[in-house]
């Protein structure tokens, strides 16, 4: 039992090392530019945007509050009129989606209208099922620009 002892003892010794290296404290002289990016992640995107024509900020909600584009045929038809339908969060309000829209399109809205959508009650043979409640937005651009939704569906 004695070896075990000493075994865990120097694993706990070396546990404690590693730690005590981890929390050092942080002098007041170190930048962020010495540190780097605070996540992997936000330096990989970072190095992603740099070629892209629509990059969105490094902390936007817009992929939070734009769920997806609906494509329906009266939506198809509004199109014309310059008015782009989309499904957004249930806890978004129009500032939010206009924001969205400007940071993912690079298009400031003129106006933005949103209305909740009732789930259908629908049919499994003979049980009763239902669709879920969304959130759609119906946003109305400045004449002369459009936005492409339709690639990729």
């Given at each position: ?36 990016p ?9 190095e ?23 494509v ?33 399109y ?11 959508v009732?789930?259908r009650?629908?049919r ?21 620009k ?8």
């Amino acid at each position: 039992m004695g070896l075990f002892n000493n075994w865990m003892n120097k694993k706990k010794k070396e546990q404690l090392e590693k730690t005590s290296a981890k929390a050092r404290p942080v002098s007041v002289k170190e930048t962020k530019e010495e540190k780097g990016p605070v996540h992997e992640h936000e330096h990989e995107e970072a190095e992603k945007s740099k070629g892209k024509k629509h990059s969105l900020p490094l902390h936007s909600e817009a992929h939070r509050i734009l769920l997806r584009p609906l494509v329906t045929e009266k939506s198809a038809i509004a199109e014309s009129e310059n008015k782009y339908s989309f499904v957004v969060a249930r806890w978004a309000n129009k500032k939010q989606v206009m924001q969205a829209v400007k940071d993912v399109y690079k298009i400031e809205p003129e106006n933005v209208n949103i209305m909740n959508v009732d789930g259908r009650q629908i049919r499994f043979g003979r049980n009763m099922g239902r669709r879920s409640d969304y959130k759609k937005a119906i946003v109305t651009l400045p004449k002369g620009k459009t936005i492409d939704i339709h690639t990729g569906v």
